[in-house]
């Protein structure tokens, strides 16, 4: 962490990429870890497009189950520090495949949702959007939801599998080209196109750190690599910076 604090002091621009492993705690589990949301189930069928329109209350009752865990976690250590790095200058903003909207919570105010954010449902049909706590209430009490409007199917603005990233992937990149750090925190680098961010920046852009409790794809690529849990190196870092 000392010389991760003495990179970020000197950076001119720097990014966080964050992904499932910074939530775990605040009580959210992540996807391929041990007890993670993957571990029994096959994401294909409670998690896609297909999923979605196939078989739409398999679907829902699945969302309504991880909603209901993303609703009551607060932000951890993690999300703080992020956030209090930014309001100091030190960090640009926060690049995050995460649905948790823990970021934006913990005061972070330059957040690029890679996949969406759970608190918002919309439209297929119209667009409109709706909260998505009420569109979860509206499918216990009446079945799959339906617009009123247009009578489209209402989903999370999440992304699924098999659908395309939103226009948030394409203004990160864009920031990355533009930086000299990336924090790569809590993510495991398996999920593309957003992992593929990574040795891009490397190839055309400047230092790479990795802080993740397992091995990623891209570790030999990295500057520096701490294969540990979260919350102890961001006290640390919190700490060096004085934050």
Not at 11 to 22: Q, R
Not at 158 to 175: D, M, Y
Request: with cysteine.
């Amino acid at each position: 962490m000392n010389r991760v604090s003495n990179w970020i002091v000197k950076s001119d621009s720097s990014y966080a990429l964050t992904g499932a492993g910074i939530s775990t705690d605040s009580g959210i589990p992540d996807f391929r870890g041990s007890g993670g949301l993957w571990e029994d189930r096959d994401p294909m069928e409670v998690a896609s497009r297909h999923a979605l329109h196939d078989h739409p209350e398999r679907f829902f009752e699945f969302w309504i189950d991880r909603f209901s865990k993303l609703e009551d976690a607060p932000p951890n250590v993690t999300h703080v520090v992020l956030a209090e790095l930014e309001e100091s200058g030190l960090l640009s903003g926060v690049i995050t495949q995460n649905i948790d909207n823990l970021h934006i919570e913990a005061g972070s105010r330059r957040v690029f949702q890679l996949h969406g954010n759970f608190k918002v449902s919309r439209c297929e049909g119209c667009g409109r959007e709706l909260p998505t706590d009420r569109v979860l209430r509206r499918f216990k009490d009446e079945g799959v939801p339906r617009c009123g409007e247009c009578g489209g199917l209402i989903r999370p603005d999440v992304v699924l599998f098999n659908e395309q990233l939103p226009e948030a992937f394409t203004e990160a990149e864009e920031k990355l080209a533009r930086s000299d750090l990336l924090l790569v925190l809590g993510t495991s680098l398996e999920v593309y196109p957003v992992a593929s961010l990574v040795p891009h920046f490397k190839r055309t852009s400047g230092r790479v750190v990795i802080v993740n409790n397992q091995p990623t794809p891209y570790d030999d690529l990295a500057d520096l690599v701490h294969h540990g849990d979260l919350a102890p190196a961001m006290e640390a870092l919190k700490s060096r910076l004085d934050l």
